[in-house]
């Protein structure tokens, strides 16, 4: 008899896993647009094939729901339902608006009317630009340039200005904006000695690298809520995140604010980040000295591997543009970090490192330098030692909590980034669009006139610097751009014009090696090699032909 009731009990337990196992799974498969590559103003079929994975058919009428960028547009039907392992597809229209964009689909959605067997995959997400017509576009003659955004945020995010800044800028260049380079701006600030943090600065900066319109903006909030269970061995956290960017339209020719805009972007789930979010966000470092009390501090005295290395200098001289590099303890160049940066008085720059010299790779445990330098005239003016030991400590990795970087869009601090920034890109270029017609008419009252763009031509090495880079006497003004290829010649008979400094005439023996450039100015431009060999000062740098 009781075998009877456990062979019955069995039974029941089996046909209750079995009709679980068999029932329908709904998930959102594809979604195509078309036009696939949208213009503004276009009216844009999206259409998702839902599909049915589960063990036994979707019987009942369901709805879709169809989200862009986060609003609800429609919720058609598909009125009887999907068998196991058949698709189907359901479309709606939508009236494409510039910038960037996501449509989410989510299957049996708001309604839930379907029981399946997973009810967490149902939704599908993708993101596409739409461009403007440059036919028809008020901002078809006009040219952007972005500044780097300042960081109001409080947060210990790194490279959240620059950061900000590049992704707009490839968002708007995705749209089908001209964007000038931002490492042109930079350079050009650089060059003549102006202040990123006036905007009278800003705007000669910009006309001088003919631009009609300027963007500048900071990052005004990073709240995030977080929430942690833990559960002996099992511990889980999440979080909700809420960014908040404004930026402002600049007239180039007339330093007058021609539109403003303000967005919020949220995201939340788990925090996707390998310590605690809260003191990424709260503005902490932990275990880390205050790096900004005065001259080049790092915040701690020694790292182990893999560790963020952080620097910071308060500045107690006059404002200018200062930078910070690795050596051995030898003097031997390992780095730079990142962009220079323009530090008033007063103010505190800060860069971080990850450990890594060229290539990537890990530096070995051992002493290092950090110097400071300042630019213009360039010199060396603080240093600090530390040290790398062998072992791991408290880990913070850097991508994670960089702006920009590919593992920092996927924490859900990204995320809520990338949301807000979608959003700005839309704004913006309907501000542009409404700006645009009178900022061409001030341009054409000041008497501009488009310059025609210059095509590089060729140089001489006028210096090797300690970092190992490489100064060419050419730069913007000859039509020199970032990531421009220079071979380094070995030449004889070489004349050049005594009064213009001119190369008038050479007989090439070889090709010595070949330099890419990384920075550009007014009159210079700084490259480094992609090959092994020894430029001398005076040698012929010339293009390569594209």
């Known amino acids: 008899m009781k075998c009877f009731v456990l062979s019955v009990g069995l039974l029941i337990v089996l046909f ?4 679980g196992i068999a029932a329908p799974d709904l998930i959102v498969s594809n979604i195509v647009l078309s036009p696939e590559n949208p213009v ?87 993101t596409f630009p739409v461009s403007i017509d440059q036919a028809t576009s ?22 959240v200005g620059q950061g900000i800044a590049d992704e707009l800028v490839a968002r708007l260049v995705q749209s089908g904006v001209h964007v000038l380079e931002r490492s042109d701006l930079e350079a ?107 001259g080049l501090r790092s915040d701690k005295p020694y790292y182990y591997i893999g560790e963020t290395v952080h620097f910071g200098y308060k500045n107690t001289n006059a404002p200018g543009w200062y930078g910070v590099e690795i050596d051995t303890i030898g003097g031997a160049f390992i780095k730079k970090l990142g962009t220079d940066q323009f530090v008033n008085n007063g103010a505190c720059g800060e860069w971080f490192w990850d450990q890594r010299g060229p290539g990537g790779v890990q530096l070995s445990p051992g002493m290092y330098i950090a110097k400071l330098f300042h630019e213009g005239p360039f010199s060396y003016i603080a240093t600090v030692n530390f040290q790398i030991r062998p072992g791991t400590g408290a880990i913070t990795p850097l991508s994670e909590i960089t702006v920009g970087s590919g593992q920092f869009d996927q924490t859900i601090v990204g995320k809520a980034t990338n949301s807000a920034l979608d959003q700005l890109v ?43 880079r490489i100064a060419i006497n050419i730069g913007a003004d000859a039509g020199v751009h970032k990531g421009d290829f220079f071979q380094v010649l070995d030449t004889t008979n070489l004349v050049v014009d005594p009064v213009t400094g001119e190369i008038l005439s050479y007989d090439v023996v070889g090709v010595k090696g070949e330099i890419v450039v990384t920075e550009v100015r007014d009159r210079v431009s700084y490259a480094v090699r992609t090959s092994d060999f020894k430029p001398l000062i005076g040698d012929i740098a010339r293009p390569e032909s594209k």
């Open 16 to 19: 209750a896993s079995v009709l």
């Open 188 to 294: 050009v600030m650089q060059e003549r000695g102006l202040n990123p943090a006036i905007r009278s600065d800003l705007v000669t900066a910009g006309q001088l690298l003919g631009a009609d319109m300027l963007i500048v903006g900071a990052v005004t909030k990073a709240n995030v809520q977080q929430s942690a269970v833990s559960l002996g061995f099992f511990s889980a956290s999440s979080a909700s995140v809420e960014i908040a960017i404004s930026a402002r339209l600049v007239n180039v020719y007339t330093s007058e604010i021609v539109g403003a805009v303000s967005v919020k972007g949220s995201a939340s789930g788990a925090t996707g980040f390998s310590i605690n979010i809260g003191k990424i966000l709260a503005g902490t470092q932990p275990a880390g000295a205050n790096v900004c009390t005065g």
């Open 40 to 126: 503004v103003g276009q009216m844009v079929t999206i259409t998702a094939t839902i599909d049915n994975n589960g063990t036994s058919d979707a019987r009942d009428r369901f709805s879709v729901r169809f989200l862009v960028d986060g609003m609800q547009v429609d919720t058609p039907s598909i009125p009887f339902g999907i068998d196991a392992g058949r698709s189907k597809d359901v479309s709606i229209n939508w009236q494409a608006s510039p910038g960037m964009h996501t449509v989410t689909v989510e299957a049996d959605q708001p309604f839930n009317r379907i029981s399946e067997s997973n009810e967490d995959n149902n939704s599908k997400t993708i």
């Open 426 to 468: 839309s704004q913006l270029i309907n501000g542009m669009e409404k700006a645009a017609p009178a900022v061409l008419a001030t341009r054409s009252a000041a008497g501009v006139t488009e310059a025609p763009a210059l095509a590089a031509h060729e140089g001489q090495v006028a210096a090797i610097l300690s970092d190992g």
């Open 138 to 159: 008020a901002l078809a003659d006009i040219k952007v340039a972005v500044a780097p955004f300042e960081d109001h945020s409080g947060s210990a995010l790194i490279n």
